[in-house]
């Protein structure tokens, strides 16, 4: 089981670098990519995308115009980034495909239970009253992407 994305397993996060071909631009990771998705506004996906790390691209993207859909949509668009990550980084795809059975958590300590599950006190005391807090989608997502390059034509 691999509990965060840190240390050998950093490639998960949507943070680490990595240079992934998406609508019809460039961008420095799937951090970039997923929050400039947020907003319909070109404008303000190039302001995204030009932001010079992830956690930079994570602030300007908490200040675009939200689009209307996005609840709905942001799975399937984080589906279609992570396939896109691990495609065009045949190295990447490699270490995901490494991790054969394993669960992957998104662990973190900041109170993500959407797209990760978190283990800070709080979150942890929580968990006694919502025993299914810490939803992982992340997780979950990662690991239909490595179920998907299993399977041919990828495999």
């Not at 990595?18 to 506004?41: C, G, L």
């Not at 929580?126 to 939803?135: D, F, I, T, V, Y």
Request: proline letters at 4%; hydrophobic letters at 35%; a positive charge.
């Amino acid at each position: 089981m691999v509990l965060n994305f840190a240390g050998q397993f950093y490639f998960l996060s949507n943070f680490s670098p990595s240079v992934i071909r998406y609508d019809r631009r460039e961008w420095d990771s799937a951090e970039h990519v997923f929050q400039a998705m947020k907003t319909r506004n070109k404008e303000q996906q190039e302001e995204v995308r030009l932001a010079h790390t992830p956690g930079e691209a994570k602030r300007v993207g908490r200040r675009v115009v939200l689009r209307r859909d996005w609840e709905e949509v942001k799975d399937k668009i984080m589906a279609d980034i992570l396939f896109e990550k691990f495609r065009q980084n045949p190295e990447l795809l490699e270490r995901l495909l490494s991790t054969n059975d394993d669960a992957l958590v998104e662990g973190n300590n900041w109170c993500d239970n959407y797209w990760g599950r978190c283990f800070c006190g709080k979150c942890y005391l929580r968990r006694a009253e919502e025993p299914n807090l810490g939803r992982n989608r992340l997780g979950e997502l990662l690991m239909d992407t490595r179920d998907i390059f299993r399977k041919p034509p990828w495999a």
